[in-house]
């Protein structure tokens, strides 16, 4: 066979097999609950129980953790953050908050630390949370004091208020439990409590061809449920918000069997023997809990347009998502480790500061940085100048210095990147450095 061809191939199937892999991995007890969070918060949770914190007349005090916690009740993503900051700056917001809401706004979305957390570690995800909230305050607390005079008039946006019913609260603090019982690491939910044989038997053909793509039984069964998903996902949420059908109501159920399907353990040799984990009780506990506030506790419409904004971000980020993972494995199969060994192998403020410019030059959409992220892990990155990339993604990139020069203005564009490339920077650094003093 042809040489070229031979590559190409080669390439082809290392991005397949990544790809097979993702999608059949326990990180959809993380990715799928994420999305319903994203949807919940997007469509039940009013935007001005946040904005009303940022005007210019709150206290330091509130509007900066208020600033800081705002990406995380909104669900924003790194492409929404910039009409949402250039809404809240021009209508009055104090430059520091709006620069902190701006800096921590992608990085504390629940879909990339939950899938960050699932993929490379949690104490990335952590890290992740906690030093972007840390710096983002001081990079806008500095940017304030810097441009002292660039305070917009107040619009009266600030002055509204929202109120949010307990139900709603209920609600999304079991999606959230719902959550941290599929990715939480512990000895109670991970272990079978008992097990059960099903009187099914895995062909030796099948198993043998599973193998050959790096596929286990239990995963090629959640792939398959994915795509189900995805058709009843388009004829039962597509015009959800004018009226639900009975594909609404079967996509939310394939949805909570998926969730059971891969909570428990799955062995196939010969037989199928089901291991009943307490994460799987915990997850069908929560699931039941989910299902009895939705039909008590919540009007119908507020239901549609959860649903709704659950499908819109799926439809948004999970093809990118899927691209990325695929891509992520062709460029594993092409860039020598050596490369990112020498780059970014140690935790130097070089190395920190390539993991920045990676970000810069290689900016994915929300999500997609964290398949990156994971092969340059594989590759040999140590994990300072990982979270220093994973920090600078949604930041920095070519697209979003250029959106935000023409919301402030070149002086304080520049300040801004100036600022977040040192913080980032710096964050991997002592990242690194912390990690290295625990082992």
């Known amino acids: 066979m042809n040489p070229i061809v031979d590559y190409i191939f080669m390439l082809l199937q290392s991005g397949w097999i990544s790809l097979l892999d993702y999608l059949a991995a326990h990180v959809l007890l993380c990715l799928v609950p994420a999305f319903f969070i994203a949807g919940a918060l997007s469509a039940l949770i009013p935007k001005e129980t946040v904005t009303r914190y940022l005007g210019p007349r709150a206290s330091k005090w509130i509007s900066y953790p208020a600033a800081a916690v705002g990406g995380f009740v909104l669900a924003v993503c790194s492409c929404t953050i910039l009409p949402l900051f250039a809404g809240i700056w021009k209508r009055g917001a104090g430059l520091g908050p709006a620069i902190t809401f701006l800096f921590v706004g992608p990085a504390v979305n629940i879909l990339a630390i939950a899938y960050t957390g699932a993929a490379i570690g949690m104490d990335i995800a952590i890290a992740r949370i906690v030093l972007s909230i840390i710096f983002g305050i001081a990079i806008g607390l500095i940017m304030a004091a810097v441009f002292k005079d660039s305070q917009v008039a107040d619009s009266g946006l600030f002055d509204q208020k929202a109120r949010v019913r307990p139900a709603v609260w209920a609600f999304f603090g079991l999606l959230l439990a719902v959550l941290i019982v599929g ?71 394939l949805v909570a069997a998926t969730l059971l399907i891969a909570a428990p353990t799955l062995e196939t040799t010969g037989s199928v023997m089901v291991g009943f984990t307490g994460r799987f009780v915990g997850e069908a506990v929560l699931l039941a809990g989910i299902a009895v506030v939705a039909a008590r506790g919540l009007e119908r419409r507020q239901l549609q347009e959860w649903l709704w904004e659950t499908w819109r971000f799926v439809k948004q980020i999970f093809p990118l998502l899927v691209v990325g993972v695929f891509g992520a494995g062709v460029i594993k199969a092409v860039i020598p480790e050596q ?50 990339y994973l920090l600078a993604d949604p930041e920095l990139s070519v697209q979003s210095i250029l959106v935000t020069s023409k919301i402030l203005g070149n002086k304080k564009t520049w300040t801004y990147v100036a600022l977040v490339t040192v913080f980032s920077t710096l964050a991997g650094y002592i990242f690194g450095l912390a990690l290295a003093f625990v082992v």
């Open 339 to 388: 490369w990112i060994q020498t780059l970014a192998g140690r935790n130097t403020v070089w190395a920190n500061l390539i993991g920045v410019l990676f970000g810069v030059f290689m900016y994915f959409p929300t999500l997609v940085e964290v398949p990156i992220a994971r092969m340059f892990l594989e590759l040999g990155m140590h994990r300072g100048p990982l979270l220093a």
């Open 183 to 253: 990715t939480l690491q512990v000895d109670v939910l991970s272990r079978a409590w008992f097990s059960l044989p099903l009187p099914v038997n895995v062909p030796a053909s099948l198993q043998t061809a599973l193998e050959g793509v790096h596929l286990s039984f239990q995963g090629a069964l959640l792939i398959v449920m994915l795509v189900v998903i995805a058709i009843s996902a388009w004829r039962g949420l597509e015009q959800v918000l004018d009226r639900t059908n009975g594909w609404t109501w079967a996509t939310t159920g």
